[in-house]
């Protein structure tokens, strides 16, 4: 509605003719609502594209004005040529970074389960290559997306877990994060209000394993465990290890051999527009998201990186992966990626 009144108006302003000075002033008006016009046409096209709708006119103008600020900000964090990454304005460009942080980021980092004191992994510098990549090997299934449902761990622990599977069984087969969602209760896991990794690797332990995703499908909401689904088991883990804290090393070491679950602080609105490169920053070590690192290399200038599977679909990132920065200065690893990281052990 105000949208068409405004081309109204220009429209007056361009029929009129009155004053030089107020000449002078509306062509300015002009250009500034044509700025708007072309924003609010890259407003509709996109809420075409992800399927958008809103309920009323002033949701919509809300949506639209912080669609237009992280635009902005987008296309002048993608001007800076010394950023080895760029932002785009992807699935999450109508939310505040507030907003964003409260539907996804779900990992109860905060609250640390006990730590595991075994590391299998701790003398095995021999066999870690210079570069890794699971899903040449066959042992990632494709990405998924986890949609509003704060349940990032359970699609951390089980791309780790198919990650294992494929290894010891060399089959893969796409695992249930919705049995995780609605029968693991587990120290802190609560479905979509979050949970740990380790807590589910425990769950899915001493429930003799777990389910696939074509059996117990993701719905995406908290819902009643399905104990009849639950029961029919396709992949076995015999336990879990956590990665000695604060050690990229230690980190590269399990990453060598398995598709490792790591935690990161992933609240920054660099990380809420990630498109493409390797991801340098900025962001802090509260850990409140749970992905899975994959793999790992070198970026054509010489940047070292971790190779990471979210579960926000493909839309975001490098068709649903990150490339974030390795060996850092800090111990933490970048979004403290070193910090808490774990593995199912088969
Ligand atoms: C690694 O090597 C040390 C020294 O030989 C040994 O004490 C330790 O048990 C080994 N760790 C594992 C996990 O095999």
Not at 212 to 235: F, W
Request: aromatic letters at 10%; one cysteine or more; hydrophobic letters at 35%.
């Amino acid at each position: 509605m105000e949208f068409i009144s405004r081309l109204q108006g220009k429209a007056c302003v361009c029929l009129g003719l009155i004053l030089i000075v107020l000449g002078a002033w509306s062509s300015e008006a002009t250009s500034r609502s044509l700025q708007d016009a072309s924003m609010y046409g890259r407003h509709e096209q996109w809420m075409a594209h992800y399927g958008r709708k809103y309920n009323d006119i002033r949701e919509k103008e809300k949506r639209f004005n912080i669609f237009k600020e992280n635009v902005a900000y987008i296309e002048s964090s993608n001007d800076d040529a010394n950023k080895l990454y760029k932002l785009g304005v992807n699935q999450f460009a109508d939310l505040t970074n507030d907003e964003f942080k409260a539907s996804r980021n779900r990992f109860k980092g905060h609250e640390c389960s006990t730590k595991t004191t075994s590391f299998k992994y701790e003398n095995v510098t021999a066999s870690v290559p210079t570069t890794m990549d699971w899903r040449k090997k066959g042992a990632v299934t494709p990405i998924k997306d986890q949609g509003q449902c704060g349940c990032c761990w359970a699609f951390s622990a089980v791309a780790a877990t198919e990650g294992i599977t494929q290894l010891t069984t060399g089959k893969l087969i796409s695992l249930s994060e919705q049995e995780l969602v609605d029968c693991d209760t587990n120290g802190e896991d609560q479905g979509c209000e979050g949970g740990l990794m380790d807590d589910a690797f425990q769950f899915i332990q001493q429930n003799h394993g777990l389910s696939t995703e074509a059996n117990y499908p993701y719905s995406g909401v908290d819902g009643t465990c399905n104990t009849k689904k639950e029961a029919s088991i396709a992949a076995k883990i015999t336990g879990y290890e956590d990665v000695p804290t604060n050690s990229e090393q230690a980190l590269l070491k399990a990453v060598a051999n398995q598709p490792v679950s790591v935690a990161i602080d992933a609240s920054g609105s660099d990380f809420q527009f990630y498109s493409s490169g390797v991801f340098t920053g900025t962001c802090g070590t509260s850990l409140d998201h749970g992905v899975t690192a994959v793999g790992y290399g070198v970026g054509d200038d010489g940047t070292k990186f971790w190779l990471v599977k979210n579960s926000w679909g493909t839309e975001w990132g490098e068709e649903g992966y990150i490339r974030m920065q390795r060996d850092v200065d800090a111990a933490e690893g970048l979004c403290g990626i070193a910090m808490s990281a774990s593995y199912p052990t088969a």
